[in-house]
């Protein structure tokens, strides 16, 4: 996961420290004025070299990050924010330099004291610009902290994402065609937290994923944050399974269910949407109300038609591995 290693970003307060307490101790192997040369080389580099390994640790996310992990990352921080952030602390990494070749001639050809004087010069320039990018700092290490634990998903892998509202059966559909148990991970934006398993057929890995807290509300229930990480999931579905309980023991009524399943199709038009009746062992097939359109139903209390389910949405997926070359 493009997050996961991320590393921890200073303070500016921590970064002075760390440059100058090392500069002090350069300082000391050495005397005269190459003391103070040390000193200076010792303190830009250190802030430097920090600022643009802070920078150079985030993917770029016009060009590396996939859209799936862009909209997640817009829908937990400010992505445009932190791109700005970056920014400003890649200006304050190249400014660095820039006062170490500005002062540095100066300390060649002079008195001790006069470099020590330009020395300390240096060294309030380079505090000055660390200070100035402090706040772009803290948002990148709060970014770095919101990101990092997100679920570790493949957004290239064949995806199912299961839909529908809660106790019609989702988790335990996940659970049960699944080789892992219990592969969930909270986002930020629900304290439900995201299941997510893996399953084989003919020799290719699929994902599936339920989204408890995202799809199981119509859209006009959902806030900007769970909005927005449902664009995010259009990135990754490949194929949609709203499951339905005709029977409403659920605590839902059929109607709002079906209203619900039609606001998903009609959001994820690209991929195919697949209704599933579940519970069928409480109800009759040729019973269900024609609006409910089940494109299968199963039970996953009795174990009845659930391969086929699965066997079904790996079907409409159709997917086709990419195989190397043979020339």
């Known amino acids: 996961m493009i997050f996961e290693d991320l590393p921890t970003t200073p ?17 000391k192997a050495k005397g005269g004025l ?18 643009e390994n802070v920078v150079t640790a985030w993917p770029d996310f016009e ?31 190249r400014k660095a330099r820039e006062i170490h070749e500005e002062y540095q001639p100066r300390l060649r050809k002079t008195d001790v004291d006069t470099a020590r004087k ?14 100035q990018i402090d706040d772009h700092l803290l948002y990148i290490n709060e970014s770095r902290n919101d990101l990092r634990d997100l679920p570790d998903i493949d957004p290239d892998a064949p995806t199912i994402v299961v839909a529908g509202y809660p106790n019609v059966g989702k988790s335990s ?8 148990r219990g592969e969930t991970a909270s986002y930020p934006f629900t304290t439900k937290g995201i299941g997510v398993g893996h399953f084989e057929r003919d020799h290719i890995r699929y994902q599936i994923v339920d989204t408890p807290g995202l799809l199981d509300r119509p859209p006009q229930d959902r806030n900007e944050i769970e909005s927005q990480a449902v664009s995010a999931i259009e990135h990754l579905a490949d194929c949609m399974l709203v499951m339905v309980d005709p029977t409403g023991e659920c605590g839902y009524p059929i109607d709002s269910q079906l209203e619900l399943r ?15 009746a579940n519970k069928a062992d409480r109800f009759e097939a ?7 359109a089940a494109d299968y139903t199963m039970s996953i209390t009795t174990d009845s038609n659930v391969e086929t389910v699965l066997d079904a949405a790996v079907e409409a997926i159709g997917y086709e591995p990419e195989l190397p070359f043979d020339g």
């Open 11 to 27: 303070t500016s307060e921590e970064l002075i420290d760390k440059a100058f307490s090392r500069a002090a101790r350069a300082g």
């Open 34 to 51: 190459e003391a103070q040369q040390s000193m200076l080389q010792t303190a830009a580099n250190i802030i430097s070299d920090n600022l």
């Open 63 to 93: 060009y590396d990050a996939h859209p799936f992990y862009y909209e997640l990352a817009d829908a937990i921080v400010d992505v445009d924010k932190l791109r700005q952030a970056l920014s400003e602390v890649m200006w304050a990494s």
């Open 118 to 131: 330009h020395r300390k010069q240096a060294f309030a320039r380079l505090a000055d610009i660390v200070e």
């Open 173 to 180: 559909f996940v659970n049960d065609v699944t080789s892992a």
């Open 262 to 276: 039609d606001s998903i199709a009609a959001q994820f038009d690209e991929v195919p949407v697949l209704t599933i």
């Open 286 to 292: 040729d019973e269900l109300d024609d609006a409910v």
